[in-house]
């Protein structure tokens, strides 16, 4: 199994544009999770999917920041339009149901100028 | 509400030494207590975890040692290398779902 999958690796925008992350998660896992990892906040939860539902976004930044995940093996953050303090490392985990542990993708590094 | 509070934020230790990361917790509902290493450039990966019905569990050079009476979890690395110069985050779970709840990450720098 290749893991979690993320694209990009390293992403570097300027302030104002739209930016997609991309998530590849383990088949037959049914639960996806979007974290935001900076110096100062730590690891953040912004939100979680189980079965391609969202269940809760409640640590979704703003408005600005949105997820889908149309299938069981994809799924996207999206941020609309991109600001300098989005500049983060964004990384995707997925686990089975009643698993309890989660498997993390490599990240996203993002940097907005 | 943090409820998941870890400490110290940056540790430095001598090749050799002992490595010791704190955790403390409030939900009591909590029954599942994993550890987390994260190197540069890679996302956290499972290290070792523990259920509650145990106060100590050991793989290799890495012990987790839990007072549930306290609501503590600790997480001690023996013989400390270079090679364990990493991120560590502590994390919590209850059987009510799949969500970790994640303490703030400890930068351990293993000096040689």
């Known amino acids: 199994d290749a893991g979690v999958i993320q694209s990009p690796r390293h992403e570097v925008t300027e302030m104002g544009q739209e930016v997609t992350l991309r998530c590849k998660p383990i088949s037959g896992h049914d639960y996806l999770f979007w974290y935001r990892q900076t110096m100062m906040r730590g690891l953040e939860l912004l939100i979680y999917?189980?079965?391609?539902?969202?269940?809760?976004d409640s640590g979704m930044p703003e408005d600005r920041f949105s997820a889908k995940m149309p299938n069981a093996s994809f799924s996207t953050l999206k941020i609309q339009p991109s600001e300098p303090r989005d500049s983060a490392v964004y990384f995707c985990?997925?686990?089975?149901?009643?698993?309890?542990?989660?498997?993390f993708g490599s990240g996203t590094r993002l940097t907005v100028v | 509400q943090q409820q998941v509070k870890q400490s110290p934020q940056s540790l430095i230790v001598q090749k050799g030494g002992i490595s010791i990361i704190n955790c403390a917790y409030e939900n009591t509902a909590f029954d599942y207590f994993p550890w987390y290493q994260q190197f540069p450039g890679k996302g956290p990966a499972l290290l070792i975890a523990i259920r509650p019905d145990v106060s100590e569990k050991k793989e290799g050079r890495f012990t987790i040692s839990f007072n549930k009476s306290a609501k503590q979890f600790s997480l001690h690395i023996m013989d400390s290398q270079p090679g364990d110069s990493a991120t560590y985050f502590c994390a919590a779970s209850s059987n009510a779902g799949n969500m970790l709840t994640f303490g703030g990450g400890t930068r351990l720098m293993v000096k040689p």
């Open positions: 985990a997925s686990s089975e149901q009643g698993a309890r542990g989660y498997t």
């Open positions: 999917f189980n079965n391609n539902v969202p269940i809760d």
